[in-house]
T-cell receptor, first 114, second 114 residues
Framework: ETGVTQSPTHLIKTRGQQVTLRCSSQ?????VSWYQQALGQGPQFIFQ???????GRGNFPPRFSGLQFPNYSSELNVNALELDDSALYLC?????????????FGQGTRLTVV | AQTVTQSQPEMSVQEAETVTLSCTYD???????LFWYKQPPSRQMILVIR??????QNATENRFSVNFQKAAKSFSLKISDSQLGDTAMYFC???????????FGTGTRLTVIP
């Protein structure tokens, strides 16, 4: 166990709806990154939060947004859900965002859009 | 731009035997880190081994070792004495020192056969 927890573990939503996924980072970690893993693919970087500020973003539209709270937990919000948003969403926490710091992953949230 | 390529979608190995998973990458950066992550059916991404690009010596972690060929941009993972618990998806990943996100390959599904 890494100490990173995500909720919920599974979720089914209808196209056009909005969804919020949550991540509780490991104690002492101030950086949270979110990844989307489509079926049969490797994770793709969505964005990262460092000390409550967005600190980089991948190639995802603005309807993917996030928050980081003072306790460094984080939320990923997706508006106007599309069928292609169906994927495993992974959260990773680390101490600082530099490449030499290890990222610890949660078990993911499986989102199905119907 | 960074890219990571894993050309073996699936592999299998007999229990107690040795298997090598391949990974090639491309980056214009000089300072970067390479990783192998394991993703079992529980979905939680677990760090297996890490290699700093500035180190010529190949990293080892118990039964896991890498063959890092910087000039060829190759980073293979060798698993010795394979165990049933090694059955999982294995992802090769790259991050450069100043970056904030991991670039993943598409993964190799490894099955250890009793």
């Amino acid at each position: 166990e890494t100490g990173v927890t995500q909720s919920p573990t599974h979720l089914i939503k209808t196209r056009g709806q909005q969804v919020t996924l949550r991540c509780s980072s490991q104690s002492g970690h101030n950086t949270v990154s979110w990844y989307q893993q489509a079926l049969g693919q490797g994770p793709q970087f969505i964005f990262q939060y460092y000390r409550e500020e967005e600190n980089g973003r991948g190639n995802f539209p603005p309807r993917f947004s996030g928050l980081q709270f003072p306790n460094y937990s984080s939320e990923l919000n997706v508006n106007a859900l599309e069928l292609d948003d169906s994927a495993l969403y992974l959260c990773a926490s680390s101490f600082q965002y530099r490449g030499n710091t290890e990222a610890f992953f949660g078990q993911g949230t499986r989102l199905t859009v119907v | 731009a960074q890219t990571v390529t894993q050309s073996q979608p699936e592999m299998s190995v007999q229990e107690a035997e040795t298997v090598t998973l391949s990974c090639t990458y491309d980056t214009s950066e000089n300072n970067y880190y390479l990783f192998w992550y394991k993703q079992p059916p529980s979905r939680q991404m677990i760090l297996v081994i890490r290699q700093e690009a500035y180190k010529q010596q190949n990293a080892t972690e118990n039964r896991f070792s890498v063959n890092f060929q910087k000039a060829a941009k190759s980073f293979s993972l060798k698993i010795s004495d394979s165990q049933l618990g090694d059955t999982a998806m294995y992802f090769c990943a790259l991050v450069w020192t100043g970056a904030n996100n991991l670039f993943f390959g598409t993964g190799t599904r490894l099955t250890v056969i009793p």
